[in-house]
């Protein structure tokens, strides 16, 4: 299993972008975003389901980003609005088989699959 993500780049305070995570040639029941700044921990971003409608925020980020999926194409997207230099970091996506608790949705050690990150560098 592979999971590919792509869209990041370098974009100035209270710009966009669209991250990607295509997975080869499956699905899973949970899918989110993660992302780890310079000097600190990974930190859980946003997650959503492969059914259902509910999607899931970390504070920093509600109302902010918006995470979505295509499952046709096997794959999810974080899309980053009002960008601001905090939000620069490694952003990973992660996937994982299952059930998951709500409360464990931010646990990074519950994502079984993780793609290699796309860095986003958010300029003040």
């Known amino acids: 299993v592979q999971l590919q993500a792509s869209g990041g780049g370098l974009v100035e305070a209270g710009g966009s972008l669209r991250l990607s995570c295509a997975a080869s040639?499956?699905?899973?029941?949970?899918m989110g975003w993660f992302r780890q700044a310079p000097g600190k921990e990974r930190e859980w971003v946003s997650s959503?389901?492969?059914?259902?409608?509910?999607?899931f925020y970390a504070d920093s980020v509600k109302g902010r980003f918006t995470i979505s999926r295509d499952n046709a194409k096997k794959t999810w997207y974080l899309q980053m609005n009002s960008l601001k230099p905090e939000d620069t970091a490694i952003y990973y996506c992660?996937?994982?088989?299952?059930?998951?608790?709500?409360?464990?949705?931010?646990?990074?050690?519950?994502?079984?699959?993780w793609g290699q990150g796309t860095q986003v560098t958010v300029s003040s």
């Open positions: 992660a996937a994982r088989d299952g059930r998951i608790i709500l409360s464990a949705l931010n646990r990074a050690d519950q994502y079984y699959y």
């Open positions: 040639g499956r699905t899973f029941s949970t």
């Open positions: 959503l389901r492969s059914t259902g409608t509910d999607t």
